[in-house]
């Protein structure tokens, strides 16, 4: 039973960290624009199908990753060039459709270039379980779990030591003082769609070869991305970590334990739960509604 | 005068069948149509005038016709019957709902609402031995109303455009009555409609279940005019499809939400030809017109409409 249990949190913990990043790439666009970006999950299977083709392509492992991730980077800055640059400053529902837009869109990309086939990328070390107690542990969940907690630093280190991250912080602030002490909150703006862009290729590309990607895979990891974000407390970059890694753990127990085929359910009623109890996340800002 | 836009509207419907008769777009689409803008117009009643977002609104559309199915087909109820069950028993889910979920706002409601909806749809898939699971439930009788059965395409039309234009005609009333101004100003500011002596959260929950009846309503027609109910037909993608309808035809206009729903349906008839391309023609659709029409296809032409007219009358 033990045995089990650490199973499930071995599985959930993996899961789970796709979750956060996918996450933090929710907040940190959220912080800059106020934009929740319906697209997140569509980066996430732009990074790995981009990848897989290279791969097929004929580019080694490493090449095909590094490519594949500019690539979606560069379709992160196009998406916001084009569809929220002109829309700035609308309000919350007609930028959800834009971004929902921008998904299916991206997603209608995807089937005309790859097809409604399910595909998969060769994991990065081997396939041989390691024994860890009683629980087996695949070598990508390793890779998983340290290349997040790597790129996760990363992007802390970004946002509280250097000039650029802070400024993308105060733009999370407050936009209009930002800019009075001499941001320029446009580049800002790119920097963050940019970032999690990568952010979300990256997850993509470091889930494939354990679950397998297709045009539509996009779609549940952004829903679950976003609950990340919530249960954190929306614009919150590490509240989003948190919240993706107890979401992944928390599905893969509920799935373990209760029944499978209710695994998103179980996800989604734990982030009711939250909400209803703190209405803005664990980790939220408490704000005051102005008059 | 209120009701001009009614009238027109049920003099088209009626006149259509006649003009283009055995059409399949007006027999066929314009069923389907009539549906989502029965829909349509019950959750722009809670995002137009009261200003809160449901992902999640399919839930409803789909619990009022698994309601209508199950209870049919297994326990052998009247049509009628069925449709009142489905009704109360959405009803009491939305009232139950209401309180926590209108708590939220903005993003939060969004990320409930959506999250509701997937709990639903989920439920529907999984639980075979009610829902039939993922096949569905097949066999739904045709509705039958005091003997006389619904069972011809011509008939479907009647009916369902007259609970169309029932359901445009309430929506109207509503959004002119106490209930609906004492929503808009809930809509500019809860605080500040809180100071004028609205119970905030009275509107809120009350708006939230007459717009979940409309999508239950809307459901049973749609189970026993199908004679089929799937889980597909209520997933994410619908919840979004309906968002979608209210925002492209213009918020807070009944007119501008029903627009927005045939608008829809006839794009969606209309991007089949294009096969695997709909859905980016799809997703480009929709991002070119909350980019560059905001308010939305109906209220934002409609505005232009009337200023070139005054411009015109002003230049002769």
């Given at each position: ?38 697209a ?26 590094g ?16 569809a ?100 320029n ?5 790119r ?24 045009y ?15 249960v ?50 664990l ?5 005051a509604?102005?008059? | ?36 803008v ?48 489905g ?124 717009s ?78 909350m ?26």
């Amino acid at each position: 039973m033990l045995d089990q249990l650490l199973q499930f949190l071995v599985t959930g913990i993996t899961v789970g960290s796709t979750y956060a990043l996918v996450g933090l790439g929710f907040a940190l666009i959220y912080n800059a624009s106020d934009v929740v970006n319906f697209a997140q999950g569509e980066f996430v299977m732009l990074g790995a199908m981009t990848a897989i083709a290279l791969l097929a392509a004929g580019l080694p492992l490493p090449l095909a990753a590094g490519v594949a991730t500019l690539l979606t980077v560069l379709v992160g800055l196009l998406l916001e060039r084009f569809a929220i640059e002109p829309a700035l400053g609308a309000p919350v529902v007609t930028t959800i459709i834009i971004t929902i837009g921008a998904a299916i869109f991206l997603r209608g990309v995807a089937m005309l270039l790859w097809g409604k086939d399910f595909h998969s990328l060769p994991a990065f070390s081997g396939t041989t379980p390691i024994q860890l107690g009683g629980a087996t542990l695949l070598p990508q969940s390793l890779w998983v779990l340290g290349l997040t907690v790597l790129l996760v630093t990363l992007v802390r280190a970004f946002l509280n030591r250097t000039l650029l991250g802070k400024a993308l912080l105060a733009c999370s602030f407050n936009r209009a003082a930002a800019q009075l002490v001499g941001i320029n909150v446009r580049v800002m703006l790119r920097l963050a769609y940019g970032l999690s862009a990568g952010l979300g290729a990256l997850a993509g590309i470091l889930i494939a070869p354990i679950t397998f990607s297709s045009y539509e895979a996009g779609v549940m990891l952004g829903l679950k991305g976003f609950s990340a974000a919530i249960v954190g407390g929306i614009g919150n970059p590490m509240g989003a970590v948190v919240g993706g890694l107890l979401l992944g753990v928390l599905e893969s127990l509920g799935a373990g334990l209760l029944s499978s085929g209710y695994k998103d359910a179980i996800a989604f009623v734990f982030v009711l739960m939250v909400l209803f109890f703190e209405p803005t996340g664990l980790f939220g800002h408490k704000v005051a509604e102005r008059v | 005068m209120r009701l001009a836009g009614l009238y027109a509207c049920a003099a088209v419907a009626a006149a259509l069948p006649i003009l283009f008769p055995d059409n399949y777009f007006v027999t066929v689409v314009g069923i389907s149509a009539g549906i989502r803008v029965i829909l349509a117009v019950g959750l722009n009643l809670l995002m137009g005038y009261a200003g809160q977002i449901s992902l999640g609104h399919a839930a409803f559309f789909g619990m009022g016709a698994y309601a209508s199915a199950i209870l049919t087909t297994r326990h052998a109820w009247p049509a009628l019957l069925a449709m009142a069950a489905g009704l109360a028993v959405v009803g009491a889910s939305a009232w139950l709902l209401a309180r926590p979920i209108l708590r939220l706002r903005g993003h939060y409601l969004a990320m409930a609402t959506l999250g509701f909806g997937i709990i639903v749809h989920v439920v529907m898939v999984q639980a075979t031995r009610w829902t039939g699971g993922p096949d569905g439930l097949a066999g739904i009788p045709p509705l039958n109303l005091l003997g006389w059965s619904v069972d011809t395409d011509l008939r479907w039309y009647g009916v369902v455009m007259a609970a169309t234009l029932l359901a445009v005609w309430l929506s109207l009333n509503l959004a002119d009555s106490q209930v609906g101004r004492a929503l808009r100003a809930v809509h500019g500011s809860e605080f500040a409609a809180r100071m004028l002596g609205i119970d905030t959260g009275r509107a809120k929950t009350r708006i939230f279940v007459v717009s979940a009846l409309f999508a239950a309503f809307a459901g049973s027609l749609f189970a026993h005019q199908q004679g089929f109910v799937s889980p597909d037909s209520f997933n994410l993608i619908v919840s979004v499809e309906l968002v979608t309808m209210v925002v492209l035809g213009g918020m807070a206009s009944t007119f501008g939400a029903a627009c927005g729903a045939i608008a829809l349906t006839l794009l969606h008839e209309g991007l089949v030809v294009f096969e695997d391309y709909e859905m980016l023609i799809h997703g480009a659709l929709l991002m070119a017109v909350m980019i560059f029409l905001p308010q939305g296809l109906f209220v934002g032409l409609s505005q232009a409409t009337r200023r070139l007219w005054r411009a015109a009358r002003r230049g002769g």
